[in-house]
């Protein structure tokens, strides 16, 4: 086969990682990549969201599968686009249509969804900037802290937990009449604070059948400790210890298929990957978010366990046949910690020049921002690699992990030590 994968993080070179190991691929091209992903197959300089510039690479290509990484095409309507296009529509795109995919695009979508198919969620109610005084109201209602988030898409940073009354009203604020997350937060959904730890799921899906995926938990606040601004992710543990058996038993009754029945029933075709965000209450697991991909940087720390053949796998999808699949799963800890840019998530500067990657032993290392500039690399982005390592135990991980991580080298490079340390 010969697959287009979109993308150029971390979770696309893991992807791509991946997919190359199997016998079923004769080529693989990435748009528009990393340094890292070209060692798996040819990058192309494509926008992931240049649907007319996809169409005619596929079509010059022959390309047999598209997998679609990011959300951004997907809300955007990829799918559809492939479904509408006489020349595309028979090739298979790994990812749900644009309606489908406002589970992750909206986020008062998917609370009403939710409610609509019984899914344990928080309290919540969506505001806009007409309605402002009814969400100052609604914030007066609850007990703090308070939960804002903007209802588009904001590269994972577009929500915000306030400690007090005041700054609740502040952020509100800033988010419906100010634009602080410009267009995403045209509407605020404020949600009850549901107190926890979290974790993620992931299931790959035909729209009919699923398979359920490695669990992983991973840290989105830039400093130890989880303080600070949220991150698109500094680092990523699986399986998670606390999600044992019976939690994993009540994902699966309470979340997982409800949510896969739901889609069915409303009529929302739903192939590709989604992405569970959970918190664990007490013992009962709630939503707190879908994405309608894999996660990053979970995917770093869940395909490394994932034992299929992954273009298998998605062939069946792509077929409707996953119901023919069993899902086989490496027992073993992998865990994952993101190496960014000094001044990450704010302003950072690229072009670092990354040092000390062929001296890693025992690690997958997979890049995010990175590109080679005459012949060095060096960063492209403000999260740079990701360095995974699997062992027999957390600790054992986590040790190869770090132990590989002060190998790697670039000015201003800043990861967080404590990754894990909460399990």
Same mark, same amino acid.
């Given at each position: 086969?010969?697959?287009?994968?979109?993308?150029?993080?971390?979770?696309?070179?893991? +992807?791509?990682?991946?997919?190359?190991?199997?016998?079923?691929?004769?080529?693989?091209?990435?748009?528009?990549?990393?340094?890292?992903?070209?060692?798996?197959?040819?990058?192309?300089?494509?926008?992931?969201?240049?649907?007319?510039?996809?169409?005619?690479?596929? +079509?010059?290509?022959?390309?047999?599968?598209?997998?679609?990484?990011?959300?951004?095409? +997907?809300?955007?309507?990829?799918?559809?686009?492939?479904?509408?296009?006489?020349?595309?529509?028979?090739?298979?795109?790994?990812?749900?249509?644009?309606?489908?995919?406002?589970?992750?695009?909206?986020?008062?979508?998917?609370?009403?969804?939710?409610?609509?198919?019984?899914?344990?969620?928080?309290?919540?109610?969506?505001?806009?900037?007409?309605?402002?005084?009814?969400?100052?109201?609604?914030?007066?209602?609850?007990?703090?802290?308070?939960?804002?988030?903007?209802?588009?898409?904001?590269?994972?940073?577009?929500?915000?937990?306030?400690?007090?009354?005041?700054?609740?009203?502040?952020?509100?604020?800033?988010?419906?009449?100010?634009?602080?997350?410009?267009?995403?937060?045209?509407?605020?959904?404020?949600?009850?604070?549901?107190?926890?730890?979290?974790?993620?799921?992931?299931?790959?899906?035909?729209?009919?059948?699923?398979?359920?995926?490695?669990?992983?938990?991973?840290?989105?606040?830039?400093?130890?400790?989880?303080?600070?601004?949220?991150?698109?992710?500094?680092?990523?543990?699986?399986?998670?210890?606390?999600?044992?058996?019976?939690?994993?038993?009540?994902?699966?009754?309470?979340?997982?298929?409800?949510?896969?029945?739901?889609?069915?029933?409303?009529?929302?075709?739903?192939?590709?990957?989604?992405?569970?965000?959970?918190?664990?209450?007490?013992?009962?697991?709630?939503?707190?978010?879908?994405?309608?991909?894999?996660?990053?940087?979970?995917?770093?720390?869940?395909?490394?366990?994932?034992?299929?053949?992954?273009?298998?796998?998605?062939?069946?999808?792509?077929?409707?046949? +996953?119901?023919?699949?069993?899902?086989?799963?490496?027992?073993?800890?992998?865990?994952?910690?993101?190496?960014?840019?000094?001044?990450?998530?704010?302003?950072?500067?690229?072009?670092?020049?990354?040092?000390?990657?062929?001296?890693?032993?025992?690690?997958?290392?997979?890049?995010?921002?990175?590109?080679?500039?005459?012949?060095?690399?060096?960063?492209?982005?403000?999260?740079?690699?990701?360095?995974?390592?699997?062992?027999?135990?957390?600790?054992?991980?986590?040790?190869?992990?770090?132990?590989?991580?002060?190998?790697?080298?670039?000015?201003?490079?800043?990861?967080?030590?404590?990754?894990?340390?909460?399990?």
């Amino acid at each position: 086969m010969q697959i287009l994968l979109l993308g150029s993080g971390g979770r696309e070179h893991a +992807l791509a990682w991946k997919i190359a190991q199997s016998p079923l691929l004769e080529k693989l091209f990435i748009a528009p990549g990393n340094a890292g992903t070209s060692r798996c197959g040819e990058n192309v300089q494509l926008s992931v969201t240049d649907f007319f510039a996809i169409r005619q690479f596929v +079509l010059e290509k022959h390309i047999d599968m598209l997998v679609v990484g990011p959300e951004d095409p +997907l809300v955007k309507g990829i799918h559809d686009f492939f479904l509408a296009d006489p020349g595309l529509c028979k090739i298979p795109v790994i990812g749900p249509v644009a309606a489908a995919a406002q589970l992750e695009g909206s986020k008062d979508f998917a609370k009403q969804f939710m409610v609509r198919h019984g899914i344990p969620t928080a309290a919540y109610q969506t505001f806009d900037a007409a309605s402002l005084e009814k969400g100052f109201a609604f914030i007066r209602s609850l007990e703090p802290p308070y939960v804002l988030k903007a209802d588009g898409l904001a590269a994972g940073k577009g929500v915000v937990i306030c400690q007090t009354e005041e700054e609740a009203l502040q952020e509100l604020t800033a988010m419906l009449r100010d634009a602080r997350f410009g267009q995403a937060s045209a509407r605020v959904v404020i949600e009850e604070f549901l107190s926890g730890i979290e974790c993620s799921s992931f299931v790959i899906t035909d729209g009919n059948s699923y398979l359920i995926l490695p669990e992983a938990k991973d840290y989105k606040k830039i400093g130890e400790g989880d303080t600070g601004p949220n991150t698109g992710g500094m680092g990523s543990v699986s399986p998670v210890p606390f999600a044992d058996a019976e939690f994993l038993r009540k994902v699966e009754e309470r979340i997982i298929r409800p949510t896969v029945e739901g889609l069915m029933n409303d009529g929302l075709e739903y192939i590709g990957f989604i992405f569970f965000g959970l918190i664990n209450v007490k013992g009962d697991p709630f939503v707190i978010e879908y994405n309608c991909r894999l996660g990053d940087p979970e995917t770093e720390s869940v395909v490394p366990r994932i034992k299929n053949d992954f273009v298998e796998l998605l062939r069946a999808v792509a077929e409707r046949k +996953l119901a023919e699949h069993s899902i086989q799963i490496d027992p073993r800890f992998c865990t994952t910690v993101m190496m960014v840019s000094g001044g990450y998530p704010d302003t950072y500067e690229k072009g670092k020049v990354i040092t000390g990657e062929n001296k890693v032993e025992g690690s997958l290392i997979f890049h995010a921002g990175t590109t080679m500039k005459e012949s060095e690399l060096v960063s492209n982005g403000g999260r740079v690699i990701a360095v995974t390592s699997l062992g027999n135990n957390m600790k054992e991980a986590l040790t190869a992990t770090y132990r590989n991580a002060d190998l790697i080298e670039f000015d201003g490079m800043y990861f967080r030590r404590d990754i894990g340390g909460d399990l």
